[in-house]
């Protein structure tokens, strides 16, 4: 490696990981699923160095093992089960599982192919990397962080109050910029600075992080529930099921799981519409909240709110989380405006921990294929979405019009 090792702890993740892997181990641990990397940056091109690199560096990571701290620490977590924290003590990355070449538009191509369990774990610790391989090789580093101190600055002043920018009040909100960093330094430096001053914000908590490692650094709380490739491929992954049916399916499994705890649900796996066909009084009841993700937030607000009280629950019991690039100006836009109508969350990633003079990169790893199927995401914005077979995205969609149609 040309670079210091970037991930350095199993940890190292998002709590979202951890919260679906237990899931996955107790109900789905046969599932196989591929998972594949894409640029969405159309001037970003990665060198050859830049791809070798990234391939050292995750080999790295595929040494990693969960200490007998981290294992204890996990164990803590109320909803976390000591059969699951018993398999993580033998859970291993395994670098046979990635295919990394340069055959792609933007020099980098990544899959991994595997078990649910393995391949689910892979995606947080690969984006991680590729995000800081390329702004320490592509840029002058030392600037970057120098500009990111300097915005950092201004944010934590924003939240106090003080000084000559602008002033936020957004109410609770985590971190949640791990997979889109600008390096494990900044990222750190970022939660490290929230944590030391939010005794001193103004109508602002900062509460938690979805980075495992950091939480417990800093005795903040891990969040994370779920992510779209939970109900990808608990909904589309058997093909028994009717994908329109995919919230359902998840649905029913999260609560098997986790009862009435660590329930937040992601609401825009296969469009906000058919997910409220699914979740009526029951899972609205046991759920805490949901998850926006795209689309609109404040139109989905205003859904989610008459959806809440036809059913004849109080909004005010429930907890919108919103979590699409976000930034402080735009938070506190959403909290002034449903802050007396619902319990109001967010989980701002980038605008944390990767905001300097020059554009992040917009990258994802997704799932592609589950048990040998496709599988797709259909959200509340065109172009989300990522999936090999068109012929299976409409597929898809004609299920889910079909259901909207007709099943009432």
Same mark, same amino acid.
């Given at each position: 490696?040309?670079?210091?090792?970037?991930?350095?702890?199993?940890?190292?993740?998002?709590?979202?990981?951890?919260?679906?892997?237990?899931?996955?181990?107790?109900?789905?641990?046969?599932?196989?699923?591929?998972?594949?990397?894409?640029?969405?940056?159309?001037?970003?091109?990665?060198?050859?160095?830049?791809?070798?690199?990234?391939?050292?560096?995750?080999?790295?990571?595929? =040494?990693?093992?969960?200490?007998?701290?981290?294992?204890?620490?996990?164990?803590?977590?109320?909803?976390?089960?000591?059969?699951?924290?018993?398999?993580?003590?033998?859970?291993?990355?395994?670098?046979?599982?990635?295919?990394?070449?340069?055959?792609?538009?933007?020099?980098?191509?990544?899959?991994?192919?595997?078990?649910?369990?393995?391949?689910?774990?892979?995606?947080?610790?690969?984006?991680?990397?590729?995000?800081?391989?390329?702004?320490?090789?592509?840029?002058?580093?030392?600037?970057?962080?120098?500009?990111?101190?300097?915005?950092?600055? =201004?944010?934590?002043?924003?939240?106090?109050?003080?000084?000559?920018?602008?002033?936020?009040?957004?109410?609770?909100?985590?971190?949640?910029?791990?997979?889109?960093?600008?390096?494990?330094?900044?990222?750190?430096?970022?939660?490290?600075?929230?944590?030391?001053?939010?005794?001193?914000?103004?109508?602002?908590?900062?509460?938690?992080?979805?980075?495992?490692?950091?939480?417990?650094?800093?005795?903040?709380?891990?969040?994370?529930?779920?992510?779209?490739?939970?109900?990808?491929?608990?909904?589309?992954?058997?093909?028994?099921?009717?994908?329109?049916?995919?919230?359902?399916?998840?649905?029913?499994?999260?609560?098997?799981?986790?009862?009435?705890?660590?329930?937040?649900?992601?609401?825009?796996?296969?469009?906000?519409?058919?997910?409220?066909?699914?979740?009526?009084?029951?899972?609205?009841?046991?759920?805490?909240?949901?998850?926006?993700?795209?689309?609109?937030?404040?139109?989905?607000?205003?859904?989610?709110?008459?959806? %809440?009280?036809?059913?004849?629950? =109080?909004?005010?019991?429930?907890?919108?989380?919103?979590?699409?690039?976000?930034?402080?100006?735009?938070?506190?836009?959403? %909290?002034?405006?449903?802050?007396?109508?619902?319990?109001?969350?967010?989980?701002?990633?980038?605008?944390?921990?990767?905001?300097?003079?020059?554009?992040?990169?917009?990258?994802?790893?997704?799932?592609?294929?589950?048990?040998?199927?496709?599988?797709?995401?259909?959200?509340?914005?065109?172009?989300?979405?990522?999936?090999?077979?068109?012929?299976?995205?409409?597929?898809?969609?004609?299920?889910?019009?079909?259901?909207?149609?007709?099943?009432?």
């Amino acid at each position: 490696m040309v670079l210091n090792q970037i991930i350095n702890s199993l940890l190292e993740t998002d709590m979202y990981k951890i919260s679906m892997g237990q899931a996955i181990y107790h109900q789905f641990s046969d599932y196989k699923t591929t998972w594949s990397f894409k640029c969405r940056n159309t001037d970003v091109h990665f060198t050859e160095a830049m791809v070798q690199e990234i391939r050292e560096q995750i080999k790295a990571y595929c =040494d990693l093992r969960f200490t007998e701290e981290e294992l204890s620490y996990l164990n803590e977590v109320k909803w976390m089960k000591g059969s699951y924290v018993d398999f993580l003590r033998l859970w291993q990355p395994r670098f046979e599982d990635f295919e990394i070449t340069t055959d792609a538009s933007c020099g980098l191509s990544i899959e991994t192919k595997g078990t649910w369990l393995n391949t689910s774990m892979y995606e947080i610790p690969t984006l991680a990397i590729v995000n800081e391989v390329y702004f320490r090789m592509a840029y002058d580093y030392d600037k970057l962080l120098g500009s990111f101190k300097e915005r950092l600055t =201004d944010k934590i002043n924003g939240l106090k109050g003080v000084g000559n920018g602008e002033k936020y009040d957004i109410g609770t909100f985590s971190e949640f910029g791990l997979r889109r960093r600008l390096s494990g330094e900044a990222q750190e430096m970022a939660v490290k600075q929230l944590a030391e001053n939010r005794d001193q914000f103004h109508d602002s908590r900062f509460v938690g992080t979805s980075n495992v490692y950091l939480a417990k650094k800093y005795g903040l709380t891990p969040v994370g529930t779920m992510a779209h490739e939970w109900i990808m491929c608990v909904g589309q992954g058997n093909h028994k099921h009717n994908p329109a049916y995919s919230n359902w399916y998840a649905l029913d499994a999260w609560i098997k799981e986790y009862g009435i705890l660590n329930g937040i649900a992601l609401t825009d796996a296969i469009t906000t519409d058919c997910f409220l066909r699914d979740f009526q009084l029951t899972y609205a009841t046991l759920f805490s909240g949901v998850r926006h993700d795209s689309g609109d937030p404040f139109e989905w607000g205003e859904k989610m709110l008459r959806h %809440y009280e036809s059913l004849g629950i =109080d909004p005010k019991t429930k907890t919108l989380l919103f979590s699409d690039s976000l930034d402080f100006k735009r938070a506190g836009e959403l %909290y002034a405006y449903f802050k007396d109508k619902a319990k109001v969350a967010f989980g701002i990633g980038t605008y944390i921990a990767n905001d300097t003079e020059v554009p992040a990169l917009n990258i994802v790893m997704k799932t592609t294929a589950c048990n040998g199927m496709d599988v797709a995401k259909i959200s509340d914005t065109a172009g989300k979405g990522m999936c090999k077979n068109p012929d299976y995205v409409n597929y898809l969609q004609r299920c889910i019009d079909w259901r909207m149609n007709n099943d009432r």
